[in-house]
């Protein structure tokens, strides 16, 4: 019986342990606004930058020169769902409504989903928008 209680203990001290390791390394907000940037600075440069014949190096010096844009419209288009021990970050990227009604199929829209959790961030969900119209 004492073993099942030292059991017993041992289990509940692991999980409280576990918790609370979980929930001081719950990454804020602006962890992920720093990895979001670095990742669609990445996926542009590695999918747009190199689709843009002449222009890829102008289109990669752009991308690295305007990290602070970037940064806020990552902020701008987030919600975040906190749930003490992880966050969900939901991002809708598109600049539809900044460009001229010619050039709107020409830029994709996206949205992501991503958890962060032990300090990290996991993107579960990248996907294209694509236009009902």
Not at 22 to 36: C, F, G, I, L, M
Not at 67 to 95: C, G, H, M, P, R
């Amino acid at each position: 019986m004492k073993n099942l209680k030292a059991v017993a203990y041992f289990l509940a001290a692991s999980l409280l342990g576990i918790g609370v390791a979980t929930a001081v390394t719950n990454p804020n907000r602006e962890s992920y606004e720093n990895y979001a940037t670095r990742r669609i600075t990445a996926h542009l440069q590695e999918n747009t930058c190199t689709d843009a014949g002449l222009l890829k190096s102008v289109c990669s010096s752009f991308l690295e020169d305007n990290q602070a844009q970037i940064n806020e419209f990552v902020a701008v288009n987030t919600k975040q769902q906190n749930f003490l021990f992880w966050s969900i970050y939901k991002t809708d990227l598109s600049l539809k409504e900044s460009l001229p009604s010619i050039a709107k199929d020409l830029i994709p829209s996206y949205h992501f989903e991503t958890v962060g959790i032990f300090s990290s961030f996991f993107t579960y969900r990248a996907q294209r928008i694509r236009d009902e119209g």
